[in-house]
């Protein structure tokens, strides 16, 4: 069906954005129409991305890959800056803010605790509450609170039931605690802090709102599957993939504002990204989609992805959107005019790793990450 056209505008087109590496050779060539730049430099890392959503990260001028040891690297020379030993759980969440790392305490002593990305030193630490819980997981955090997810300690040290909570960043004391509804999952969370709600899905097909001030549950409501992937937002909207549609709820409610269908029941949307204002997402058929976040409305269609993986996981340089793709065959970092969804090129670094590709930016920098390689490429 090949590329649809542009049916309409989703927001400002975004510059490539303040560069870490401004004057240390930022001066990138495009490649021709087809043809993927080279690496700017390759590593080894630690442990691969054992799966986990957020298993790579940039903050300032240090790239961040969950493994053990933990190791940041300079984005422009990809040489070692720090390196630290048993601090980071196995496929920990890199959940930055406010330039701290977040991470659960490698010890399982119950900890929280805050590193510099600029040093690995630590400058934050947190409990939740004395022995009572189980190894916390950091869920998300904003300019006031680390939110965690820990499993509720029984007198046989059996854990039935868990608690989210809220730690203040300031005096790193428990703000608030809430006990979830008997039976539901320690595992399967995905959520985020956006302004005064803290909004997750879970495996028993639910999504959830909650009040950051204070814990106190707004609403919840039921979808049609289970979603442990992405959520989207935009303005006073969650966007959550519900098998074959994609459902904007208003943060605020719950009511919900617009609903997109794929083509046909059996095809089903993947992880969607709102990014400058426009919602990007693929689904099961191998189409890209640009949707206005506000209406639904679709902008632009590319179909011509038969053959190759789609992306899971986007970012946005000037007017390139970059995709990387969950599966590596005929995958990696695929580069996409933003404006019409023309793919342009595909990088893979042939290691033929079962495992997902990520990609995050710095500037007019790429970080890829894929099993055990870290890959600097240009974005151009």
């Known amino acids: 069906m090949g590329l649809r056209p542009r049916r309409g505008a989703g927001g400002d087109r975004a510059g490539p954005g303040s560069d870490p590496g401004e004057g240390r050779g930022d001066a990138f060539t495009t490649p021709p129409a087809g043809t993927a730049p080279g690496p700017l430099w390759q590593s080894e890392a630690a442990g691969g991305s054992l799966g986990a959503l957020d298993a790579l990260a940039v903050a300032g001028d240090v790239v961040l890959v969950s493994g053990d040891p933990l190791v940041g690297r300079d984005i422009v020379t990809g040489k070692e800056v720090w390196s630290r030993k048993e601090v980071a759980v196995p496929g920990a969440k890199l959940l930055v803010s406010g330039g701290t790392l977040y991470l659960a305490s490698a010890q399982y002593d119950g900890d929280v605790v805050g590193l510099d990305p600029a040093t690995g030193k630590e400058t934050w630490r947190s409990r939740l509450g004395g022995e009572r819980y189980a190894q916390p997981r950091t869920l998300a955090a904003d300019d006031r609170h680390v939110y965690v997810l820990a499993g509720v300690l029984e007198k046989d040290l059996s854990v039935k039931d868990n608690v989210i909570a809220a730690l203040d960043?300031?005096?790193?004391?428990?703000?608030?605690?809430?006990?979830?509804?008997?039976?539901?999952?320690?595992?399967?969370?995905?959520?985020?802090?956006?302004?005064?709600?803290?909004?997750?899905?879970?495996?028993?097909?639910n999504v959830t709102v909650r009040d950051t001030a204070t814990g106190r549950q707004v609403w919840t409501k039921k979808i049609g599957t289970s979603n442990h992937r992405r959520l989207a937002f935009h303005e006073d909207l969650v966007i959550v993939p519900d098998t074959h549609r994609l459902r904007a709820f208003a943060l605020g409610d719950g009511r919900e504002r617009w609903s997109l269908a794929a083509d046909e029941t059996y095809v089903w949307f993947r992880d969607p990204a709102v990014l400058d204002g426009v919602l990007y997402v693929a689904d099961s058929s191998r189409s890209l989609w640009a949707v206005n976040p506000a209406t639904g409305r679709e902008i632009w269609r590319n179909d011509d992805l038969a053959e190759l993986s789609t992306p899971w996981q986007y970012t946005k340089?000037?007017?390139?959107?970059?995709?990387?793709?969950?599966?590596?065959?005929?995958?990696?970092?695929?580069?996409?005019?933003?404006?019409?969804?023309?793919?342009?090129?595909?990088?893979?670094?042939?290691?033929?790793?079962?495992?997902?590709?990520?990609?995050?930016?710095?500037?007019?920098?790429?970080?890829?990450?894929?099993?055990?390689?870290?890959t600097a490429l240009p974005a151009v």
């Open 169 to 205: 960043i300031a005096s790193g004391k428990v703000v608030w605690q809430e006990r979830r509804d008997a039976g539901t999952e320690e595992y399967g969370i995905v959520a985020a802090a956006v302004g005064r709600h803290l909004v997750y899905t879970d495996l028993r097909e």
């Open 317 to 374: 340089v000037g007017d390139t959107l970059y995709g990387a793709t969950e599966l590596d065959p005929k995958g990696g970092v695929h580069a996409f005019d933003a404006r019409d969804g023309r793919l342009r090129w595909t990088y893979n670094d042939g290691t033929k790793s079962s495992e997902k590709w990520y990609v995050v930016p710095s500037g007019k920098r790429l970080a890829a990450l894929h099993g055990k390689r870290l």
